[in-house]
């Protein structure tokens, strides 16, 4: 089956060429009906819908995005989002000298550097890009929050390398998985990490407020989250007056969990699942390898890597004027997005063709060309 076939079960596709899948994938169909049978559960379950499901989806949605990363069920809980979900790693520790170290690189997302950065007691050290992380993590480091894929760059990181270095001095990894799920295999048991997050507006193509966070079975009944809440309680429902953890990683969970969310997300872990990542890598692999190739001969500096191996889902590319470019392209039906400094990123997925890459290298080459862009300078763009 030829994975462009998938695309009738996205609506979106039938009115504009969407390489955009590193910032807001396109909705399934079916994310539409997940959302109506929650209303649905809400309407006429009413309370009863709790114990019919609700309460456990922070768990049970939580083992569908295990199954995409490779981690066991039980392994994964949902949260809103990846700050909320690195708060909680976060909460586990002291931050205590002599191993009051965080450690990142200098592209992390700044969501994660600020969470770090107002961390009272943490001592960050930002690693300069294009320096091995790994060479700045030692004894006095507690924790490497990094990510798999960089966001600005698409570049995939030496993972295996931080893992080990960490590990060998005492030192934990949350890997940020937000840029690879659903686009570069994941498998967090082999990679060896403490923790893993990510959400789901991306590649996995489950909408916003579907945040996850992984924690290494190993470790889980050793850890206590100051950030806590009622659902991460022994017995919630007996109402205690003190704290006593969950067992498992339900202790990773805060309060009442983004419902709604949580049933549209399962549409897009649907699709990942029956795709499969290996096969979207596949075709990804394509895809940005013949955009490279365009960009190159249309004489574009491609800023992510040119190496298939290293490149995550997408190319960015910088054409003279690339704000004014990216523009035009929206009047054109072509949803791609820019950051500063980088220029343009297009990040297919499995249902886009290889047509589509033809006909944006194309659109880019001729906007350039004549000048077209320059209508668009000086209108900023905020996504
Ligand atoms: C690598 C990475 N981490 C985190 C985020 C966002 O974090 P949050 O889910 O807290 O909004 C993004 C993009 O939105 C990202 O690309």
Redesign the pocket.
């Known amino acids: 089956m030829r994975l462009p076939a998938h695309r009738d079960r996205f609506p979106i596709l039938a009115d504009c060429v969407s390489l955009i899948n590193?910032?807001l994938a396109a909705m399934p169909a079916t994310a539409e009906e997940r959302l109506a049978d929650y209303a649905r559960a809400w309407k006429t379950r009413g309370i009863r819908a709790w114990a019919e499901g609700w309460w456990d989806l922070p768990q049970t949605v939580g083992d569908q995005v295990g199954r995409i990363i490779g981690a066991p069920p039980g392994s994964v809980v949902m949260h809103?989002?990846?700050?909320?979900?690195?708060a909680v790693v976060l909460s586990c520790f002291d931050l205590q000298p002599p191993r009051n170290r965080i450690v990142y690189e200098e592209g992390?997302?700044p969501?994660?550097r600020y969470l770090y950065q107002a961390a009272r007691g943490a001592e960050v050290v930002v690693v300069p890009e294009g320096e091995p992380l790994q060479d700045a993590i030692d004894e006095r480091t507690l924790l490497v929050p990094c990510?798999h894929?960089?966001?600005k760059t698409s570049e995939i990181q030496d993972v295996e390398a931080v893992v080990r270095r960490a590990h060998e001095v005492g030192a934990l990894v949350v890997l940020?998985c937000?840029?690879s799920a659903g686009s570069v295999p994941v498998d967090v048991r082999e990679l060896d990490v403490d923790f893993a997050?990510?959400?789901s507006?991306?590649w996995l193509c489950g909408g916003p407020g579907a945040?996850w966070l992984y924690v290494r079975p190993e470790l889980v009944e050793r850890l206590e989250p100051t950030l806590v809440g009622w659902q991460a309680h022994a017995r919630p429902f007996a109402f205690e007056g003190e704290l006593e953890y969950a067992p498992g990683v339900a202790r990773f969970l805060t309060g009442t969990p983004n419902v709604p969310a949580l049933y549209a997300a399962t549409a897009g872990y649907d699709v990942i699942e029956e795709v499969g990542v290996e096969r979207t890598r596949e075709h990804s692999i394509r895809l940005t390898e013949l955009l490279t190739e365009l960009f190159t001969e249309a004489g574009f500096d491609v800023t992510s890597p040119s190496d298939s191996a290293r490149r995550g889902g997408t190319v960015t590319v910088r054409t003279p004027a690339f704000e004014g470019v990216h523009a035009e392209l929206a009047e054109r039906g072509i949803v791609c997005d820019f950051r500063p400094e980088t220029g343009l990123r297009l990040g297919p997925h499995f249902y886009n063709s290889e047509d589509e890459i033809r006909y944006a290298a194309d659109q880019i080459a001729e906007i350039v060309t004549t000048g077209a862009f320059e209508r668009h300078l000086g209108s900023a763009a905020r996504f």
């Open positions: 590193h910032s809103q989002n990846v700050t909320v979900a690195e992390n997302f969501t994660v990510q894929v960089l966001f940020d937000y840029q997050v990510g959400g507006v991306k945040g």
